[in-house]
Nanobody, 114 residues
Framework: QAQLVESGGGLVQPGGSLSLSCVASGSRFSIPTMGWYRRGPGKQRELVARITSYGATWYGDSVKGRFTISRDNAKNTVYLQMNSLKPEDTAEYYC????????WGQGTQVTVSS
C-alpha cells in the first residue's frame, strides 16, 4: 500500500532555514507530479510547491523565491528547502501527488518563532 512519510520539521527562528524530506513507498513515484502542502493554524491545507516527474516546478506566491522543491526519483523522495522562514510559514507540512490522490502521511511540523 502506498505510504508517504515526511520528516525534517522543527522549531526555527525567523530568517532561518529547514529542509524537509518525503519518502513515498509502494507507489509509482517516478510518474506523478508531487507537491508539498501545508496547513497552518486555523487554515485550510494549501499547495505551496509542486514538481513534475521531469523537474518542472511551480511555487505559491507566498513562498516564491524562498522555497525550493526537488526530487530524487531513484530514492522515491521529494524535498523542500525552506529559506528566509517567516512566522506565517508555521504549519504542518505534507507531501502528496498533485492532485492529492494518495493517503496523507502524518506530516511534519514547522514552527517559526523567536
Amino acid at each position: 500500500q502506498a505510504q508517504l512519510v515526511e520528516s525534517g520539521g522543527g522549531l526555527v527562528q525567523p530568517g532561518g532555514s529547514l529542509s524537509l524530506s518525503c519518502v513515498a513507498s509502494g507507489s509509482r513515484f517516478s510518474i506523478p507530479t508531487m507537491g508539498w502542502y501545508r496547513r497552518g493554524p486555523g487554515k485550510q491545507r494549501e499547495l505551496v510547491a509542486r514538481i513534475t516527474s521531469y523537474g518542472a516546478t511551480w511555487y505559491g506566491d507566498s513562498v516564491k523565491g524562498r522555497f525550493t522543491i526537488s526530487r530524487d526519483n531513484a530514492k522515491n523522495t521529494v524535498y523542500l528547502q525552506m529559506n528566509s522562514l517567516k512566522p506565517e510559514d508555521t504549519a504542518e507540512y505534507y507531501c502528496n501527488t498533485v492532485p492529492s490522490i494518495m493517503a496523507w502521511g502524518q506530516g511534519t511540523q514547522v514552527t517559526v518563532s523567536s
